[in-house]
């Protein structure tokens, strides 16, 4: 069978500017020359030609970003990709903040406390433990040893809260019955993009491992509905949901989404049962996003766990290509929609987080560039720490690290 495989001959595939790096190249059964193309993050097109299988290729590493190598072979049939990441701490946004950034953030936060004030919270049953338990062996999200340890009684509950623009913040709500007042942590998860019910199972998970803990879907839709209600919306009004009101900041759908976040969180703050200091938020992709715009504009938070994060340059064209722009855009629209965006680019709102966070990135990841990842990381103001993975792209960084590792930092 014909395989293709190539990756730095580093294991950490870390370089410094000057260096050379060194890319290996194997497979097997392919006896014909393979095609490869280098390139790099932010200048394209560094090198082209062909080679062979068990050979390597060298290129130096001139200057700060990711260098990602394509293969391609027999006529295109199979493929291979890697990177490698030449001093990335030294990478910053292609595009400055927009200079009244943090007076529009400020002014928004202000206007949705003082007029977005109606809220409550539903009680509902709670999961059952055979449907937690199944949920559980395919998400081991938090705790990893259900059948070792008792997990207390919770109460659950549904909860809206209204927002400045559009729908109301909806979610799940739960934590251990008979919790003290003040006594628990507070978890806040966040979805990656799509759209879908808010995710009661986890929210459970969350309370029986001891968190205050709440859940919400980024679009404020009503819980509990058929998942032909989402796929609909998803299909219809909130197709490209990205791209509503991309021509202005200000005024986008993106805007919306982070208000609705903090006015999740602002809820969950205000539960008797918050122990008043330990206040997390988590999630993945567009959940790592919000997670950090919520460590961003909410100091409360003290902890921020934010996997492959999305939106972090919003200047950044391979992340822009699929989330922000359309083919056909004219090149003023292109770059007022750049421009525009960053108001809602999240390295620039990090530079005001003061939360322990942990970041993951893929060198790979084509969704969620590392460069832009790395962008937000390197402006991030609290402490910080970055896992790196060089062979995975957006959705295969290691489970031991977005359940095991996320759960133990943020129980420490």
């Given at each position: 069978?014909?395989?293709?495989?190539?990756?730095?001959?580093?294991?950490?595939?870390?370089?410094?500017?000057?260096?050379?790096?060194?890319?290996?190249?194997?497979?097997?059964?392919?006896?014909?020359?393979?095609?490869?193309?280098?390139?790099?993050?932010?200048?394209?097109?560094?090198?082209?030609?062909?080679?062979?299988?068990?050979?390597?290729?060298?290129?130096?590493?001139?200057?700060?970003?990711?260098?990602?190598?394509r293969l391609s072979g027999c006529g295109e049939t199979i493929s291979a990709v890697a990177a490698a990441a030449v001093a990335p701490e030294q990478i910053s946004t292609i595009l400055p903040p927009p200079p009244d950034l943090f007076e529009f953030w400020n002014s928004e936060i202000e206007n949705q406390k003082r007029l977005a004030t109606t809220?409550?919270?539903?009680?509902?049953?709670?999961?059952?433990?055979?449907?937690?338990?199944?949920?559980?062996?395919?998400?081991?999200?938090?705790?990893?040893?259900?059948?070792?340890?008792?997990?207390?009684?919770?109460?659950?509950?549904?909860?809206?809260?209204?927002?400045?623009?559009?729908?109301?913040?909806?979610?799940?709500?739960?934590?251990?019955?008979?919790?003290?007042?003040?006594?628990?942590?507070?978890?806040?998860?966040?979805?990656?993009?799509?759209?879908?019910?808010?995710?009661?199972?986890?929210?459970?998970?969350?309370?029986?491992?001891?968190?205050?803990?709440?859940?919400?879907?980024?679009?404020?839709?009503?819980?509990?509905?058929?998942?032909?209600?989402?796929?609909?919306?998803?299909?219809?009004?909130?197709?490209?949901?990205?791209?509503?009101?991309?021509?202005?900041?200000?005024?986008?759908?993106?805007?919306?989404?982070?208000?609705?976040?903090?006015?999740?969180?602002?809820?969950?703050?205000?539960?008797?049962?918050?122990?008043?200091?330990?206040?997390?938020?988590?999630?993945?992709?567009?959940?790592?996003?919000?997670?950090?715009?919520?460590?961003?504009?909410?100091?409360?938070?003290?902890?921020?766990?934010?996997?492959?994060?999305?939106?972090?340059?919003?200047?950044?064209?391979?992340?822009?290509?699929?989330?922000?722009?359309?083919?056909?855009?004219?090149?003023?629209?292109?770059?007022?929609?750049?421009e525009q965006m960053q108001y809602c680019s999240v390295a620039h709102l990090v530079s005001h987080a003061s939360a322990k966070a942990y970041f993951t990135v893929g060198f790979i990841d084509s969704t969620c560039p590392p460069?832009?990842?790395?962008?937000?990381?390197?402006?991030?103001?609290?402490?910080?720490?970055?896992?790196?993975?060089?062979?995975?792209?957006?959705?295969?960084?290691?489970?031991?690290?977005?359940?095991?590792?996320?759960?133990?930092?943020?129980?420490?």
């Amino acid at each position: 069978m014909k395989s293709l495989f190539v990756r730095a001959s580093r294991p950490e595939a870390l370089y410094t500017p000057g260096e050379t790096i060194t890319f290996l190249v194997n497979g097997s059964e392919i006896g014909e020359p393979v095609d490869y193309a280098i390139y790099h993050h932010s200048t394209g097109l560094l090198a082209k030609g062909q080679t062979r299988i068990n050979t390597e290729i060298r290129i130096r590493a001139e200057k700060p970003g990711f260098l990602e190598i394509r293969l391609s072979g027999c006529g295109e049939t199979i493929s291979a990709v890697a990177a490698a990441a030449v001093a990335p701490e030294q990478i910053s946004t292609i595009l400055p903040p927009p200079p009244d950034l943090f007076e529009f953030w400020n002014s928004e936060i202000e206007n949705q406390k003082r007029l977005a004030t109606t809220a409550e919270r539903h009680p509902i049953p709670a999961i059952g433990e055979d449907a937690y338990r199944k949920w559980h062996q395919q998400w081991p999200i938090f705790n990893r040893t259900i059948e070792q340890e008792p997990f207390p009684e919770i109460e659950t509950f549904e909860f809206s809260a209204e927002t400045l623009h559009g729908n109301p913040a909806r979610g799940y709500l739960a934590f251990p019955k008979h919790a003290k007042r003040g006594s628990l942590p507070a978890l806040l998860t966040l979805h990656g993009a799509g759209v879908a019910d808010s995710d009661f199972p986890k929210t459970c998970s969350a309370a029986k491992n001891g968190f205050l803990a709440m859940d919400i879907n980024a679009h404020g839709l009503p819980c509990g509905q058929t998942p032909d209600f989402y796929q609909n919306l998803s299909n219809s009004t909130l197709k490209d949901y990205f791209k509503i009101g991309r021509e202005n900041g200000k005024t986008s759908y993106l805007e919306a989404i982070y208000l609705r976040a903090l006015r999740a969180l602002d809820f969950l703050t205000k539960q008797p049962e918050w122990d008043g200091k330990n206040l997390i938020t988590w999630g993945c992709s567009q959940g790592g996003c919000l997670a950090l715009v919520c460590a961003s504009l909410d100091l409360r938070v003290s902890k921020c766990c934010a996997g492959v994060p999305a939106f972090c340059d919003c200047a950044d064209s391979r992340f822009a290509a699929w989330s922000l722009l359309n083919r056909n855009d004219l090149p003023a629209l292109t770059q007022t929609v750049l421009e525009q965006m960053q108001y809602c680019s999240v390295a620039h709102l990090v530079s005001h987080a003061s939360a322990k966070a942990y970041f993951t990135v893929g060198f790979i990841d084509s969704t969620c560039p590392p460069a832009s990842v790395y962008a937000a990381y390197n402006q991030y103001k609290g402490p910080k720490k970055i896992y790196n993975a060089p062979d995975s792209g957006h959705s295969n960084i290691p489970t031991e690290i977005w359940m095991d590792d996320f759960t133990r930092f943020m129980k420490t």
